[in-house]
């Protein structure tokens, strides 16, 4: 299983003994990453990177940006969004761009589409900070990962996976799930305080290349696969 969380449900939905189930974290592959931010200075981005829907909770980031912008503090933060959108799922980003241009922010949001590997690298070195706020306790969430390996901190929700990976990491802040507002909280600290949002990057980044690069993940794989056929 990839986190100790989610080895606990299932082997509660399953009906197996936790015992049976192994642990391996997920493993990036880091070349490519940590590379130089190509953003300007001026500006605090918050990014969303995952498939565009519901159950990723675009909507309450978007809701939280609101927040954020609505205090007339922060009129220097803006919002980039990048993901896989199927044709199912055009109301739900439709819907969220016109909530956008109601409130007069249209230039301060940007969805880019979909991204492949390189396009991913260089979506997260525009960032300052990325949220996925999933509605449901996700069991990886690779996206905090590959924003590690590029020193960027992570605001997630406290269910799931994400309390154990960014306890292990240090790499990031936990919000009450589904809190639009309790995420606004979390991003107005960050973006108050430049040198701790950095200091939460660069511990993440350290733990990438320790927990939870690829080269970890296929040497514990091995060393569980070594337990049953030695």
Not at 174 to 194: H, M, Q, T, V
Request: net charge positive; proline share 5%.
């Amino acid at each position: 299983a990839p986190s100790h969380n989610y080895a606990d449900h299932m082997a509660v939905y399953l009906g197996i003994p936790r015992q049976r189930i192994h642990v391996v974290y997920p493993g990036l592959e880091l070349e490519g990453h940590g590379g130089t931010k190509t953003k300007p200075t001026n500006v605090f981005t918050i990014g969303y990177m995952a498939r565009i829907n519901p159950d990723k909770g675009l909507h309450i980031l978007v809701d939280a940006f609101h927040d954020l912008r609505q205090s007339g503090k922060f009129s220097n933060c803006r919002l980039r969004v990048a993901g896989y959108l199927s044709r199912a799922n055009h109301p739900y980003i439709k819907k969220i761009q016109e909530k956008i241009c109601e409130w007069g922010l249209e230039k301060d949001f940007e969805y880019v589409g979909s991204v492949d590997r390189k396009g991913k690298i260089d979506f997260i070195q525009g960032l300052d900070v990325l949220s996925v706020p999933t509605t449901y306790g996700a069991p990886k969430g690779i996206y905090m990962m590959e924003a590690w390996a590029n020193g960027l901190p992570v605001v997630e929700p406290r269910h799931g996976s994400f309390p154990e990976f960014i306890k292990a990491s240090g790499g990031g802040l936990l919000f009450e799930p589904g809190n639009a507002s309790d995420l606004a909280a979390n991003l107005r600290l960050l973006i108050k305080n430049r040198a701790y949002a950095a200091e939460l990057g660069q511990r993440g980044r350290a733990a990438v290349q320790k927990i939870f690069s690829a080269t970890t993940m296929a040497t514990e794989t091995s060393a569980v696969y070594q337990r049953y056929i030695s």
